[in-house]
């Protein structure tokens, strides 16, 4: 379900509101072996196998790595779990497109509920994620979305690419 709406210039769903904290991290770098094996799988570097002709490896792509940080705070999760009824299983997905709408990469992952170390602090209905992408950098956009698994709640998220990787602030004494 999440991922039919992940498509690029899909109409925006805001069912279930959250934060995505997107950022490109360190600058390009050129696909190792294994991550090329990785991209391959997805739909705009697949190729036709020729029988009797084993394919050869894709060369290598630059590549830049985006991290995406969610966090989701729903009062229905909170109010869900105060009656005792089960912890929201949460869907998170993000997927990288070039100019013509074929997917460069993807991943969807489940969340679960945050616990709280500090038994005064109330994290009931807090949902964080973090993923990690490797994306070509002839992409042209990034999607994210979550969907609560319960009852199909959605939201998502189109950013257009390159982003600028985040530069960290140093300080001298």
């Known amino acids: 379900m999440?991922?039919?709406?992940?498509k690029p210039g899909a109409p925006m769903l805001h069912d279930l509101v959250f934060s995505a904290y997107l950022h490109a991290e360190g600058s390009t770098t050129l696909a190792t072996p294994s991550q090329m094996l990785l991209l391959q799988e997805q739909s705009a570097f697949y190729r036709v196998r020729r029988r009797n002709k084993p394919l050869e490896p894709l060369p290598p792509v630059k590549i830049q790595n985006y991290s995406v940080d969610y966090r989701v705070l729903d009062p229905q999760f909170k109010a869900r779990e105060a009656r005792g009824g089960p912890p929201a299983t949460l869907e998170f997905a993000v997927?990288?497109?070039?100019?013509?709408g074929k997917v460069l990469n993807g991943i969807v992952n489940d969340g679960v509920p945050?616990?709280?170390?500090?038994?005064?602090?109330?994290?009931?209905?807090?949902y964080r994620l973090h993923q990690s992408l490797i994306v070509p950098v002839?992409?042209?956009?990034?999607r994210v979305g979550v969907r609560d698994r319960m009852?199909?709640?959605?939201?998502?998220?189109?950013?257009?690419l390159p982003l600028e990787p985040v530069r960290r602030a140093s300080a001298t004494h």
């Open 114 to 126: 945050e616990a709280s170390t500090q038994p005064a602090e109330n994290k009931a209905g807090l």
């Open 138 to 142: 002839n992409a042209k956009s990034i």
């Open 95 to 100: 997927a990288a497109f070039d100019e013509d």
């Open 151 to 160: 009852n199909d709640r959605m939201g998502t998220l189109e950013v257009p």
């Open 2 to 6: 999440l991922q039919a709406n992940i």
